[in-house]
């Protein structure tokens, strides 16, 4: 099982991105999808995750402004972002809950990371 993240890049504030992140391997089920966000010297953190039934839940810093969302049927998690600020420039990673094929229970696995760039 692995995540491979893309679409992060250099943006100017106020700007927009999308993120991917999609999941593949021996997968019987995924249960939360979600982002977090590391920038340089600081601890990582939670921007938001969504349940298998679509609820939905945003850090503080991005509510209003910051969407995400899931395909289940291509095992993919999605993250719309716009009106993008300097601050939010930092590695993202996502994770997903996954149950294997073989396994018995979920186990979070991250990708790999994706820069975003917010500058002028």
């Known amino acids: 099982v692995q995540l491979q993240a893309s679409g992060g890049g250099l943006v100017q504030p106020g700007g927009s991105l999308r993120l991917s992140c999609a999941a593949s391997?021996?997968?019987?089920?995924?249960?939360?999808m979600g982002w977090y966000r590391q920038a340089p010297g600081k601890q990582r953190d939670l921007v938001a995750y969504i349940t298998s039934g679509g609820s939905t839940n945003y850090a503080d810093s991005v509510k209003g402004r910051f969407t995400i969302s899931r395909d289940n049927a291509k095992n993919t998690v999605y993250l719309q972002m716009n009106s993008l600020k300097p601050e939010d420039t930092a590695v993202y990673y996502c994770?997903?809950?996954?149950?294997?094929?073989?396994?018995?229970?979920?186990?979070?696995?991250w990708g790999q990371g994706t820069q975003v760039t917010v500058s002028s």
């Open positions: 994770t997903a809950d996954i149950k294997p094929l073989s396994g018995s229970y979920y186990r979070r696995y």
């Open positions: 391997g021996s997968i019987f089920s995924i249960n939360r």
